[in-house]
């Protein structure tokens, strides 16, 4: 039996789930489409993670319309398998709006670039329920295709790394862990615009070949939120493929994911530190900044235990991450962490929510249902007390960002689950 929090919270995402819905044709492609933007004041179009989290949000108001948000995802997948970070499907009603992003056009409506990749992780969700394996049948070919030009396209070491080729594709635009390696000193939004064209600029000159971008090594990252969200999403793709009859699929899968964690653990892992941290360029040099990242594999569920304690230690530490409205995007101690936002510059302190997502549901897996149940606990507090932000303040809580952001919405599955598992006990 559910509780009344949950129902309330059903309530209010079902409300921002239909404000924030955008629906229509585009006669660029010829197609419909039906998603749910990340938030309609700033962000209208649909952002590959965003929509990820969106139709984990759905499949537990809507199987169906978790399934529409997938399909419009992947209806301008490209024959090799790339999927575009944001599609702008409806982008001549808000033109102006384009003049104030950074991005990389592959098309005028898609990006160049990639997102965290869990895309299986969603897919998992929205196959849920009745018409599961039909939906199954119909998505896997592009999932499989996506994640295999991952493999081939975006590993160009072989190491079982997938490497990012500039900072919005890990999801954490203007993260301090970057600041060094783009020679970013100020705080100013032109130091973030002019860092990104730094990289963007000569990759235009190379006609934005992955070979040849990579060959520049302006801004390689082998970067540990998206490599531990890809070496998860790889292992639940490994389970659709054994679902869906492919054994063979299904092996393969099994393989890249320990071999993505192995690497992890192997190149990432600092001992000494008991933290994760991203590798840089060519020569694989460390990105020594603790942060969100750093926590990240925490939700691999093969993570030996040790190295899974020593994360808990970090979240439990108040100089870290044992914020009052926890987890911040940087831990605490570090200089360049801001619990306030610092104008419209994103990852630099405040608690996202997709993240309590991920560390909610590691700290399950690793024993710790104690703390997941209280990250679930202060996470949906938040968006109780504040709305559906972008991101919080770890000290006040208080919101920040755009407003009816829509992956704060998540927070829905988070006590979905924390019900379930209590129902287990
Ligand atoms: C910001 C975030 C990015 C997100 C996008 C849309 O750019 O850094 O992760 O996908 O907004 O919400």
Request: with cysteine.
């Amino acid at each position: 039996m559910s509780s009344a929090r949950l129902e309330r919270m059903r309530e209010a995402v079902r409300g921002l789930y239909d404000r924030n819905r955008q629906r229509g044709r585009a006669e660029w492609c010829a197609r419909d489409y039906d998603f749910v933007c990340p938030s309609i004041g700033t962000y209208p179009f649909q952002w590959f993670w965003d929509s990820c989290f969106h139709a984990v949000v759905l499949s537990r108001l809507d199987p169906e319309r978790a399934r529409g948000e997938i399909r419009s995802l992947l209806a301008n997948a490209q024959p090799d398998g790339f999927v575009a970070h944001v599609t702008f499907w409806q982008r001549e009603k808000y033109e102006d709006m384009l003049a104030a992003y950074a991005i990389a056009y592959r098309t005028p409506y898609l990006s160049d670039c990639i997102q965290p990749p869990l895309l299986a992780e969603a897919v998992q969700a929205a196959a849920r329920g009745e018409g599961g394996p039909a939906f199954l049948a119909e998505v896997l070919p592009a999932v499989r295709r996506y994640y295999d030009w991952l493999d081939r396209v975006r590993d160009p070491d072989h190491d079982g790394l997938v490497a990012t080729l500039q900072p919005d594709e890990s999801g954490l635009d203007h993260a301090p862990k970057y600041d060094a390696y783009l020679g970013i000193t100020g705080l100013a939004a032109e130091d973030f615009t002019a860092g990104w064209e730094r990289v963007a600029g000569p990759y235009a000159e190379v006609g934005r070949e992955p070979e040849r971008m990579f060959g520049l090594d302006l801004f390689v990252v082998e970067d540990v939120l998206v490599n531990a969200i890809y070496a998860e999403n790889v292992r639940v793709l490994g389970e659709l493929l054994a679902a869906a009859g492919d054994a063979a699929g299904a092996e393969q899968m099994r393989r890249r994911a320990r071999r993505t964690t192995t690497a992890l653990v192997d190149k990432c892992y600092d001992r000494d530190a008991g933290l994760f941290f991203d590798l840089a360029g060519a020569d694989e040099e460390t990105l020594r900044t603790n942060s969100i990242s750093s926590l990240m594999p925490l939700v691999l569920p093969d993570l030996p235990a040790p190295i899974a304690a020593s994360l808990v230690d970090h979240l439990e530490d108040p100089r870290e991450y044992s914020a009052p409205f926890p987890v911040p995007s940087v831990a605490m101690n570090v200089p360049s962490f801001s619990a306030a936002p610092i104008g419209k510059l994103v990852w630099r302190g405040p608690t996202w929510i997709n993240t309590n997502w991920y560390l909610s549901r590691g700290l399950r897996r690793h024993g710790r249902p104690d703390l997941a149940g209280s990250i679930e606990d202060r996470s949906a507090r938040l968006v109780e007390e504040h709305g559906f932000r972008e991101y919080y303040d770890p000290l006040t809580g208080e919101g920040a960002g755009a407003h009816d952001f829509s992956w704060s919405a998540v927070v829905l599955d988070m006590l979905a689950r924390g019900e379930e598992q209590a129902g287990q006990e």
